[in-house]
């Protein structure tokens, strides 16, 4: 066999595996550990703001905005399983309607605004929709 027969041969054996190689699908990238350290970071976050010192009730506000910070680290991570983000986005609706309800029973009693009380309806809104784009992307 002479060298320009095998240099031939492994031209064709080269562009047959470049052929089957799907040119559109690219390596997924490492995650750099601050994306993990973000997520540890927001569900401590709003641990702590769930369990406030003092027996002190937790601030709505505060346990709406951990849990949507939750929502969006474990969105980040590509690695996370459908279930996992679903059971986030379900976590923080069911943050953001406490809060709404909270909000709402102190704008009743004087001691809140109604600016308080449209930030809250707009956060439950906003996760509702984020639990149905998340239900829908699940399904296919």
């Known amino acids: 066999m002479t060298r320009r027969e095998l240099a031939a041969g492994a031209a064709v054996l080269a562009l047959s595996a470049a052929a089957s190689a799907d040119p559109l699908k690219t390596p ?20 702590l703001c769930e369990k ?6 937790p601030v709505p506000e505060l346990v709406r ?19 996992e983000r679903l059971a986030a986005v379900e976590a923080y609706l069911r943050h953001a309607r406490a809060a ?24 439950r809104a906003d996760a509702e929709t984020l639990l149905a784009e998340e239900k829908a992307q699940q399904a296919g």
Request: net charge positive; no cysteine; glycine share 8%.
């Open 28 to 47: 997924e990238p490492k995650l750099p550990a601050a994306v993990k350290a973000r997520l540890v970071a927001a569900r401590r976050g709003l641990e």
């Open 100 to 123: 709404e309800k909270s909000v709402r029973a102190a704008f009743d009693q004087g001691a809140g605004t109604m600016a308080a009380v449209l930030d809250a309806e707009y956060h």
């Open 65 to 83: 905005l951990w849990s949507r910070r939750v929502v969006d680290a474990e969105f980040a991570l590509s690695s996370a399983r459908p279930v």
């Open 52 to 57: 406030p010192n003092g027996g002190a009730e």
